[in-house]
């Protein structure tokens, strides 16, 4: 009997990406920047179905149904309408707008099927349906809440509801121009980071700042209902019509015009950070408690981008609302791919729902992957000087114990934002110059940034605050006291706080103490449960730091030419290629017409 497979697409809009379920398993999940280099690439994901097919070894006339992520006829007439409502005001933005809408996302249909050459059926789905989806199907519940936030869908900007079984049902629904995640990414734009991209800056900068803020938001900026409903006051935001987030009153009320990309951090951006994210964590929290009041489940998944959100995620399962939560590690538009496939599955095709446990995620490692064979090639025909292994985990773990930096390429990409092992850089969280180093000379990024732990499963409640793994760093618990220092640091504030050593792995504790951890399972990824346990019995300690394995304003790498090219244009000491060591000193000039350190003014 011929398998079933389904391909869900997102595109068009961010992060464009697919997903392939055969049978209702997912085989294959992946975004298009990984394969064309395009960071937040939005364009149809020709190179990741191309890809997926090559490795699935099928073609679109294996396909059952293509499914989209969203309905671009209600996403047009939110546009429409938005524009009646404030015309002429908005005629800016929405000429800029009718281009693409009227050459491609109107036509998606026969957008799908000229690119796929594909006469099969195709679907859509409602996008807060898909992230509903996303959240619950993988999940390891029968029966959850869920709740999804994002900028916007077609309309919906947050919705709730409850599934059971292979039904996903949403209860209610929070319409733009009310949303969240476009008040965070107001805060966003205004403290000078990309909007869609930057949020996670301004959530990792509020611990450095004070909620001096966070009454002005309420008072002047959205209203919040005891049942987690609430509204924005639309008279300092001009998202509706213009091609910016905030306007003239926004910058009057926090007294003065956005802040320029790239110019110096001032603690008023930290105590901005700080506010947004306060009043996020108290909307998102009072939402629960609406939700599982109405619900009365004891689970609840999450998805939509505010749902990575992780300090968020944190407080809520530590607010006893629920016994479990689920997020969906794509959470923001990629993951929306995953959540169409799904809903189509479990709607059309499938009538009795296998619930597996952590998850059905095959933690994350969905995309393509590189055996020693065809790394051996590579290595070969660019006469790339290498050292076979017998051990990669040892070797790697040998080489971050001496404090140098490892590139860490290994089996399936992941899907999602994360990096979560297999394409990471990877340091000793016992340095006190890890975070520094890593940031300026590998990532070329802000010495704000901070960076996750990945911790041995059966280790992570003896260095955090939290009893239940965290495999997909989605959600953020303390360090516990027995490893933090001693030190009083109750008078130094702003970015001083980062020279402060905080705890016995610093490299990866932020300055309120907290960490966005990751949890490693020996079973899920055998290969870096190894290595970090080979570090531990160095040095006794099961906790590393990992850090995508990208340069800022770069995709995280897919191929090994990827991450030999990240290597070199990075003061990375050591690369590990499956079984292939590389050292930096062994390399011959690597010309690259990026000066990285030059574009981001790092000197």
């Known amino acids: 009997m011929a398998s079933n497979y389904i391909l869900g697409i997102s595109a068009y809009y961010h992060d464009s990406a697919i997903c392939l379920l055969r049978d209702g398993k997912i085989v294959f999940a992946a975004q298009e920047e990984r394969f064309s280099r395009k960071k937040h690439d939005d364009s149809f994901p020709n190179l990741s179905i191309k890809a997926c097919f090559e490795i699935i070894n099928i073609s679109a006339k294996d396909l059952s149904v293509v499914v989209f992520y969203d309905k671009p006829l209600l996403k047009f007439e939110r546009l429409l309408e938005t524009y009646i409502q404030s015309a002429p005001k908005g005629i800016?933005?929405?000429?800029?707008?009718?281009?693409?809408?009227?050459?491609?996302?109107?036509?998606?249909?026969?957008?799908?099927?000229?690119?796929?050459?594909?006469?099969?059926?195709?679907?859509?789905?409602?996008?807060?349906?898909?992230?509903?989806?996303?959240?619950?199907?993988?999940?390891?519940?029968?029966?959850?809440?869920?709740?999804?936030?994002?900028?916007?869908?077609?309309?919906?900007?947050?919705?709730?509801?409850?599934?059971?079984?292979?039904?996903?049902?949403?209860?209610?629904?929070?319409?733009?121009?009310?949303?969240?995640?476009?008040?965070?990414?107001?805060?966003?734009?205004?403290?000078?980071?990309?909007?869609?991209?930057?949020?996670?800056?301004?959530?990792?900068?509020?611990?450095?700042?004070?909620?001096?803020?966070?009454?002005?938001?309420?008072?002047?900026?959205?209203?919040?209902?005891?049942?987690?409903?609430?509204?924005?006051?639309?008279k300092y935001f001009n998202y509706t019509v213009g091609l910016t987030m905030t306007n003239h009153n926004f910058h009057k009320l926090f007294d003065g015009p956005p802040r320029k990309p790239e110019s110096p951090l001032t603690q008023k951006q930290m105590d901005l950070a700080r506010s947004i994210q306060e009043v996020t964590e108290e909307v998102m929290l009072t939402s629960a408690k609406h939700i599982a009041k109405e619900t009365r489940e004891r689970n609840l998944c999450l998805a939509g981008g505010v749902a990575l959100n992780c300090v968020a995620n944190g407080k809520i399962l530590r607010s006893g609302l629920f016994d479990n939560i689920w997020v969906q590690p794509a959470s923001g538009d990629a993951g929306g791919a995953l959540g169409a496939a799904l809903e189509v599955w479990n709607t059309k095709f499938n009538s009795n729902r296998d619930v597996i446990i952590p998850d059905s995620m095959h933690g994350c490692y969905l995309g393509k992957g590189y055996d020693d064979d065809s790394i051996q090639s590579f290595l070969g025909e660019h006469n790339i000087p290498n050292k076979k292994i017998d051990k990669p985990s040892k070797a790697g773990a040998k080489l971050i114990s001496n404090g140098k930096v490892l590139g860490w390429f290994q089996d399936k990409m992941e899907f999602g934002p994360r990096a979560l092992g297999n394409r990471s850089i990877l340091g000793d969280a016992r340095s006190e110059t890890m975070q520094t180093i890593m940031n300026l000379k590998i990532k070329f990024r802000e010495s704000f940034r901070p960076f996750a732990p990945s911790v041995l499963e059966e280790d992570i409640s003896e260095w955090f605050d939290i009893d239940r793994p965290s495999p997909y760093m989605l959600l953020v618990a303390q360090i516990l006291d027995i490893h933090k220092s001693n030190d009083d640091f109750s008078h130094t504030t702003g970015i001083d706080l980062l020279k402060k050593k905080r705890s016995s792995i610093p490299a990866i504790t932020h300055v309120d103490y907290s960490a966005r951890i990751q949890s490693v399972n020996k079973h899920i990824n055998p290969k870096y449960h190894d290595l970090i346990s080979e570090f531990k019995a160095i040095t006794g300690c099961p906790v590393i730091v990992n850090t995508s394995f990208n340069v800022r304003g770069e995709p995280i790498v897919e191929s090994p030419e990827d991450a030999y090219r990240c290597f070199m244009r990075t003061e990375m000491d050591y690369l590990i290629l499956g079984s292939f060591l590389l050292s930096k000193g062994d390399q011959p000039e690597f010309l690259d017409t990026i000066n990285w350190r030059q574009e981001y003014a790092l000197d």
């Open 92 to 234: 800016q933005s929405f000429v800029k707008a009718m281009p693409i809408w009227l050459k491609k996302k109107l036509w998606i249909k026969d957008e799908i099927a000229k690119e796929l050459k594909y006469s099969g059926e195709i679907l859509f789905t409602e996008h807060h349906q898909s992230h509903a989806a996303s959240a619950f199907y993988p999940s390891p519940f029968q029966h959850a809440a869920f709740l999804t936030m994002d900028g916007v869908g077609e309309w919906a900007t947050t919705s709730w509801g409850v599934g059971v079984d292979n039904t996903v049902q949403i209860h209610n629904e929070i319409h733009f121009p009310h949303s969240l995640g476009l008040l965070y990414s107001a805060f966003t734009y205004y403290t000078g980071f990309r909007v869609n991209s930057g949020e996670y800056k301004v959530m990792g900068l509020a611990p450095y700042g004070n909620p001096i803020y966070k009454q002005q938001i309420y008072d002047h900026l959205i209203d919040v209902k005891d049942d987690g409903s609430y509204r924005l006051n639309m």
